[in-house]
């Protein structure tokens, strides 16, 4: 089946450094790919919706320029988390869709802890 | 906008127990109905979903049925395991094309003890 790989799982940082999350869809194309942030027993929140070769969507209330999102290719799209702060501490997943069927795939998430 | 309203909980139930969980939804048209399945620790796993009115969707034992008048997708098991402790997600799309996201509602945790 179709399969979306989110690297890494976890990762522990210090405040002020910035930490890259990838997304990438193993065995499909997608175009569009969406990162959610889940804040503990929360829901998840739409953070931004990126497209391949082109700029992110972001969602009212996300900073665009702490959360630098790059979709530099069918199968890969990088979220980063720039300066980062212990309140940006939250588990991150991705969704990727597929191009030819729109069907959506989610990744295993990231938990990023800031120190 | 689109939302989901679903239970809240947490619910706490003993095995072999008959699960509901109640979904609603606000949309305009007709969108497509999900429930994801997060596991400790874990992402998220889709467990059933539905594209229209009165279909059914089912998986592992869980059932939903999409009611268009009443703008619901309830999630039932007749007889839950402790394996099945876990968060469970209603969800929306609005149109399965690419660029749709899905819209979540807060999720209610269910713990099954033997």
């Known amino acids: 089946g179709a399969v979306v790989s989110q690297h890494p799982s976890r990762v522990i940082c210090k405040s002020g450094t910035s930490v890259k999350i990838e997304c990438r869809s193993l065995d499909f194309q997608a175009t569009t790919m969406f990162w959610y942030r889940q804040f503990p027993k929360k829901s998840l929140m739409l953070m931004a919706t990126s497209n391949e070769g082109s700029k992110a969507t972001y969602e009212q209330g996300v900073e665009k320029d702490k959360f630098l999102i790059n979709h530099a290719s069918l199968t890969l799209s990088t979220l980063t988390v720039t300066s980062a702060h212990p309140e940006d501490s939250s588990f991150y997943i991705c969704?990727?869709?597929?191009?030819?069927?729109?069907?959506?795939?989610f990744g295993e998430g990231s938990r990023l802890t800031v120190l | 906008g689109d939302s989901v309203t679903q239970m809240e909980g947490p619910v706490t139930l003993s095995e072999e127990a008959f699960l509901t969980i109640n979904c609603t939804y606000t949309a305009t048209g007709y969108p497509s109905l999900f429930w994801y399945v997060q596991y400790p620790g874990e992402g998220l796993q889709l467990l059933l979903k539905a594209t229209k009115a009165d279909d059914k969707g089912s998986n592992k034992g869980f059932e939903a049925t999409y009611r268009k008048e009443t703008t619901s997708f309830h999630l039932e098991k007749g007889s839950v395991q402790v394996s099945d402790s876990a968060v469970y997600f209603c969800a929306l799309r609005k149109r399965n094309s690419g660029n749709t996201p899905l819209v979540f509602g807060k999720g209610t945790r269910l713990s099954v003890i033997a």
């Open positions: 969704s990727a869709s597929n191009t030819g069927t729109g069907e959506l795939f």
